[in-house]
C-alpha cells in the first residue's frame, strides 16, 4: 500500500468535501472531513470494487449509515470515476443526482441503498451478509456508522442479529468523532462502554485511530480475518479533521463554510 | 344468496403460497419477528430452512434486514402482525425500501377489527393509511384465501415494495380459485344501477350481504371488489359512479386515509356523487370477540345496506 498516494487522494477529498458545501451552501463537514481515510481506505485498498462495473454481483458492498457525510463517497466516486468531477458542484441542487443524503433511485454508481435516516444502515448491512451467505458467496459488507448514531435502538437490534448469526462477512465502522449536532456525545446520551456492549453482542471489536491508515489497513485486515463474528471497528477520529478551525467544533456539523472560509481551509489542506 | 366455498383464515393462503412460491423460486426469502406460526409462515420455515430468518421481536430489523437482501437480488417477503409490520418499521418501509425502491414484500396479518380479544393494540386497522401514501408502494387487501393466494403470487413477481394485509380470522371464502386477479384491477362482482358498494378486505362478503337485504327493497345494487388500494383502479370507481350515481365504500380499516378516502380522490377529481364510507370512524378498537365487534363497530351487511339507503337520498 502506498501511503503517500493514500494521503494525496484524501487530501483531494478534503478539499472537494470543502468545495462541494459550499456550493451548495450547506451540508455537513464535520463528520466528512472525519471520516476521510476510513472511506478512502475501503476503496482504494481494501474492497472488492471495480468502477467500470459497479453492480457486479461480486463487489463488497458499502452501505453509508451515515448518510450525511455524503460528500465523502461522492468525492471518492469521483476519483474512482464513477462520475465526472463537475457533477460534485450540483451537490444539493434540483435535479442532481448527488442528494443531500445518499439516494438509491437517482443510480449513481456506489450507491447501492438510499441512507440518511439514522440508525438503519447496519440492518440493511445484516441483510445483505446474510444474503451472501445464503448464496455461499465471500464478498464482504462494510457499513460506516456516527458514534451518536449508536443511540438508536434499531442498531442494537442490528448488533444483536449479526453477533447471533455469526455474519462474519459483516463489518461495522464507527466514525467516533464524539460530537453530535447538540454537542459532545458524552454529555447527551452516552454510548459507553461502547466495545464492552458490542463484545457482549458477540462482536470483534478493534479500536484504532481512525486517521492513521497503517491502523485504519490492520483493523480492515483483521476484520476479513475474523471467522465467526461481525467485527466492528471503532476509529476514533477528529471532527472537522484537517481543517484548523473546523477540528472538534460541533458548530461545524451541519454548516456550509462561506468563500473566505472556504479559501483558508483550502490552503490548510494543501499544506 | 351468497355463494360461499368455505371459511378459512387469508394468513393460510399466503403462507400457502409462499410455500408455493418457494418451490418454484429460489430467490423467494421469508423473514420472521417471533409470530412465525402465527402468521402461517412456519410452513415455509420448515420446507426452506436455509432461506427463513426469525429475527425474533425486531421489527425495525425485519424491514432493514429484509431490505439488505432485496439490494442483494433476492426477493424478501416479511412478515408480521400488521400493526408491527407497518407502523412500528414505518419510517425502514419509507426511507430504506421504498424510496430506495427495492423490492421487498411486505405481509401484514392480523388485520383489522377481527383479531378480536387482544384489543386496540393488536388491531391493525390504520396501515392502509399509512402504507398507500407511501411513494412506489402497492397495496393489496384481499378477500378471502384465494384471494390472498394469488395476491402473494402476484406481488412476487412485480419489482417494488408491496404490502399485503391478511387476517387471522376464518372468513367465508367467496371467489373461486378460477376467478380472475390483477393487481390495480377490480372485480365486479354484481351489477346494479341505483348505488354502488366498493369493498375491500373482509367486508367485500358484508357487501355482498348487503346487496341481498337491499335487493329485497328493490334496490339494484352494485358491488365492486377492489382489492388493490394502490394503485386504484380509477375506471373503475369512474364507471360505478357514474351508473350509480352513489357510493358506499367499506372497510375495516380506519376510514381516515384508508380505502374510503383513497376511493373518494378518485371520484372528487373525476365525478363527484355522494358517499357514505362503513369503516371504523376515527376511534380506537376494544376488547371483544369479532363478531361482537364487528357489529359493534357498525360494520356488518346492515350497516352497509342502511349506508346504502341514506347515500341514495343524497343522489341528485
Not at chain 1, 472525519?34 to 458492498?61: C, H, I, Q, T, W
Not at chain 2, 380509477?234 to 364507471?239: L, M, N, Q
Given at each position: 500500500?502506498?501511503?503517500?498516494?493514500?494521503k494525496?487522494?484524501?487530501?483531494?477529498?478534503?478539499?472537494?468535501?470543502?468545495t462541494?458545501?459550499?456550493?451548495?451552501?450547506?451540508?455537513?463537514?464535520?463528520?466528512?472531513?472525519?471520516s476521510?481515510e476510513?472511506?478512502?481506505?475501503?476503496?482504494?485498498?481494501?474492497?472488492?470494487?471495480?468502477?467500470?462495473?459497479?453492480?457486479?454481483?461480486?463487489?463488497?458492498?458499502?452501505?453509508?449509515?451515515?448518510?450525511?457525510?455524503?460528500p465523502?463517497?461522492?468525492?471518492v466516486?469521483a476519483?474512482?470515476?464513477?462520475?465526472k468531477?463537475?457533477?460534485?458542484?450540483?451537490?444539493?441542487?434540483?435535479?442532481?443526482?448527488?442528494?443531500g443524503?445518499?439516494?438509491?433511485?437517482?443510480?449513481?454508481?456506489?450507491?447501492?441503498?438510499s441512507?440518511?435516516?439514522?440508525?438503519?444502515?447496519?440492518?440493511?448491512?445484516?441483510?445483505?451478509a446474510?444474503g451472501l451467505?445464503?448464496?455461499?458467496k465471500n464478498?464482504?459488507?462494510f457499513?460506516?456508522?456516527?458514534?451518536?448514531?449508536?443511540?438508536?435502538?434499531?442498531?442494537?437490534?442490528?448488533?444483536?442479529?449479526?453477533?447471533?448469526?455469526?455474519?462474519?462477512?459483516?463489518?461495522?465502522?464507527?466514525?467516533?468523532?464524539?460530537l453530535q449536532?447538540?454537542?459532545?456525545?458524552?454529555d447527551?446520551?452516552?454510548?459507553?462502554?461502547?466495545?464492552?456492549?458490542?463484545?457482549?453482542?458477540?462482536?470483534?471489536?478493534?479500536?484504532?485511530?481512525?486517521?492513521?491508515?497503517?491502523?485504519?489497513?490492520?483493523?480492515?485486515?483483521?476484520?476479513?480475518?475474523?471467522?465467526?463474528?461481525?467485527?466492528?471497528?471503532?476509529?476514533?477520529?477528529?471532527?472537522?479533521?484537517?481543517?484548523?478551525?473546523?477540528?472538534?467544533?460541533?458548530?461545524?456539523h451541519?454548516?456550509?463554510?462561506?468563500?473566505?472560509?472556504?479559501?483558508?481551509?483550502?490552503?490548510?489542506?494543501s499544506? | 344468496?351468497?355463494?360461499?366455498?368455505?371459511?378459512?383464515?387469508?394468513?393460510?393462503?399466503?403462507g400457502?403460497?409462499?410455500?408455493?412460491?418457494?418451490?418454484?423460486?429460489?430467490?423467494?426469502?421469508?423473514?420472521?419477528?417471533?409470530?412465525?406460526?402465527?402468521?402461517?409462515?412456519?410452513?415455509?420455515?420448515?420446507?426452506?430452512?436455509?432461506?427463513?430468518?426469525?429475527?425474533?421481536?425486531a421489527?425495525?430489523?425485519?424491514?432493514?434486514?429484509?431490505?439488505?437482501l432485496?439490494?442483494?437480488?433476492?426477493?424478501?417477503?416479511?412478515?408480521?402482525?400488521?400493526?408491527?409490520?407497518?407502523?412500528?418499521?414505518?419510517?425502514?418501509i419509507?426511507?430504506?425500501?421504498?424510496?430506495?425502491?427495492?423490492?421487498?414484500?411486505?405481509?401484514?396479518?392480523?388485520?383489522?377489527?377481527?383479531?378480536?380479544?387482544?384489543g386496540?393494540?393488536?388491531?391493525?386497522?390504520?396501515?392502509?393509511?399509512?402504507?398507500?401514501?407511501?411513494?412506489?408502494?402497492?397495496?393489496?387487501v384481499?378477500?378471502?384465501?384465494?384471494e390472498?393466494?394469488?395476491?402473494?403470487?402476484?406481488?412476487?413477481?412485480?419489482?417494488g415494495?408491496?404490502?399485503?394485509?391478511?387476517?387471522?380470522?376464518?372468513?367465508?371464502?367467496?371467489?373461486?380459485?378460477?376467478?380472475?386477479?390483477?393487481?390495480?384491477r377490480?372485480?365486479?362482482?354484481k351489477?346494479?344501477?341505483?348505488?354502488?358498494?366498493l369493498?375491500?378486505?373482509?367486508?367485500?362478503?358484508?357487501?355482498?350481504?348487503?346487496a341481498?337485504l337491499?335487493?329485497?327493497k328493490?334496490?339494484?345494487?352494485?358491488?365492486?371488489?377492489?382489492?388493490?388500494?394502490?394503485?386504484?383502479d380509477?375506471?373503475?370507481?369512474?364507471?360505478?359512479?357514474?351508473?350509480?350515481?352513489?357510493?358506499?365504500?367499506?372497510?375495516?380499516?380506519?376510514?381516515?386515509?384508508?380505502?374510503?378516502s383513497?376511493?373518494?380522490?378518485?371520484?372528487?377529481k373525476?365525478?363527484?356523487?355522494?358517499?357514505?364510507?362503513?369503516?371504523?370512524q376515527?376511534?380506537?378498537?376494544?376488547?371483544?370477540?369479532?363478531?361482537?365487534?364487528?357489529?359493534?363497530?357498525?360494520?356488518k351487511?346492515?350497516?352497509?345496506?342502511?349506508?346504502?339507503?341514506?347515500?341514495?337520498?343524497?343522489?341528485?
Amino acid at each position: 500500500m502506498d501511503l503517500e498516494k493514500l494521503k494525496n487522494i484524501a487530501k483531494k477529498v478534503r478539499r472537494d468535501i470543502i468545495t462541494m458545501l459550499t456550493e451548495a451552501g450547506s451540508g455537513h463537514p464535520g463528520g466528512s472531513l472525519s471520516s476521510v481515510e476510513l472511506v478512502v481506505a475501503l476503496y482504494f485498498g481494501v474492497m472488492k470494487f471495480d468502477p467500470k462495473n459497479p453492480l457486479d454481483p461480486e463487489r463488497d458492498y458499502f452501505i453509508l449509515s451515515k448518510g450525511h457525510v455524503c460528500p465523502v463517497l461522492y468525492s471518492v466516486l469521483a476519483q474512482l470515476e464513477c462520475l465526472k468531477s463537475d457533477e460534485l458542484c450540483s451537490l444539493r441542487k434540483i435535479g442532481s443526482r448527488l442528494q443531500g443524503h445518499p439516494a438509491k433511485d437517482k443510480m449513481l454508481p456506489g450507491v447501492e441503498v438510499s441512507t440518511g435516516s439514522l440508525g438503519y444502515g447496519l440492518s440493511i448491512g445484516a441483510g445483505i451478509a446474510l444474503g451472501l451467505k445464503a448464496e455461499k458467496k465471500n464478498n464482504r459488507v462494510f457499513v460506516l456508522m456516527g458514534d451518536g448514531e449508536q443511540q438508536e435502538g434499531s442498531i442494537w437490534e442490528a448488533v444483536m442479529a449479526a453477533g447471533d448469526r455469526n455474519l462474519d462477512n459483516l463489518c461495522g465502522i464507527i466514525d467516533s468523532n464524539k460530537l453530535q449536532i447538540d454537542g459532545k456525545v458524552e454529555d447527551i446520551m452516552s454510548i459507553e462502554p461502547l466495545a464492552e456492549k458490542y463484545r457482549a453482542f458477540k462482536w470483534n471489536v478493534i479500536e484504532i485511530d481512525g486517521h492513521n491508515f497503517k491502523e485504519i489497513f490492520k483493523a480492515y485486515d483483521k476484520a476479513l480475518k475474523t471467522k465467526g463474528k461481525p467485527t466492528l471497528i471503532i476509529a476514533n477520529t477528529i471532527k472537522g479533521k484537517g481543517v484548523s478551525f473546523m477540528e472538534n467544533i460541533v458548530d461545524w456539523h451541519g454548516k456550509a463554510p462561506s468563500k473566505e472560509l472556504m479559501e483558508k481551509a483550502l490552503n490548510e489542506i494543501s499544506i | 344468496m351468497v355463494e360461499v366455498y368455505g371459511k378459512k383464515a387469508t394468513r393460510y393462503g399466503f403462507g400457502e403460497a409462499l410455500v408455493e412460491l418457494g418451490k418454484e423460486n429460489p430467490k423467494i426469502f421469508v423473514l420472521g419477528a417471533d409470530t412465525a406460526g402465527s402468521v402461517a409462515i412456519n410452513t415455509f420455515q420448515e420446507a426452506f430452512p436455509e432461506r427463513f430468518i426469525n429475527v425474533g421481536v425486531a421489527e425495525q430489523n425485519l424491514l432493514g434486514m429484509a431490505a439488505g437482501l432485496a439490494v442483494r437480488g433476492w426477493i424478501p417477503f416479511a412478515v408480521t402482525y400488521g400493526v408491527f409490520a407497518s407502523g412500528r418499521p414505518w419510517e425502514q418501509i419509507r426511507t430504506t425500501i421504498c424510496y430506495s425502491n427495492l423490492n421487498v414484500k411486505i405481509g401484514g396479518s392480523h388485520s383489522g377489527i377481527m383479531v378480536g380479544p387482544d384489543g386496540p393494540t393488536h388491531q391493525a386497522l390504520e396501515e392502509i393509511s399509512i402504507m398507500r401514501c407511501l411513494p412506489r408502494m402497492t397495496v393489496i387487501v384481499p378477500c378471502d384465501l384465494n384471494e390472498t393466494k394469488k395476491a402473494t403470487f402476484e406481488a412476487a413477481k412485480i419489482s417494488g415494495p408491496v404490502y399485503i394485509r391478511f387476517g387471522r380470522e376464518a372468513v367465508p371464502i367467496i371467489t373461486k380459485e378460477s376467478a380472475p386477479f390483477k393487481i390495480g384491477r377490480a372485480e365486479t362482482l354484481k351489477e346494479g344501477t341505483d348505488v354502488a358498494i366498493l369493498a375491500c378486505g373482509t367486508l367485500v362478503y358484508e357487501s355482498l350481504m348487503a346487496a341481498e337485504l337491499l335487493a329485497k327493497k328493490g334496490i339494484s345494487v352494485g358491488v365492486i371488489n377492489i382489492h388493490t388500494v394502490k394503485p386504484i383502479d380509477e375506471s373503475a370507481i369512474i364507471k360505478a359512479a357514474k351508473e350509480c350515481g352513489a357510493i358506499v365504500t367499506a372497510e375495516e380499516h380506519q376510514v381516515l386515509g384508508g380505502f374510503g378516502s383513497a376511493v373518494a380522490e378518485v371520484l372528487v377529481k373525476n365525478n363527484p356523487v355522494p358517499v357514505e364510507m362503513i369503516g371504523i370512524q376515527d376511534t380506537f378498537g376494544e376488547s371483544g370477540s369479532p363478531s361482537e365487534l364487528m357489529s359493534h363497530f357498525h360494520l356488518k351487511d346492515v350497516d352497509i345496506a342502511n349506508a346504502a339507503e341514506k347515500v341514495i337520498k343524497r343522489k341528485r
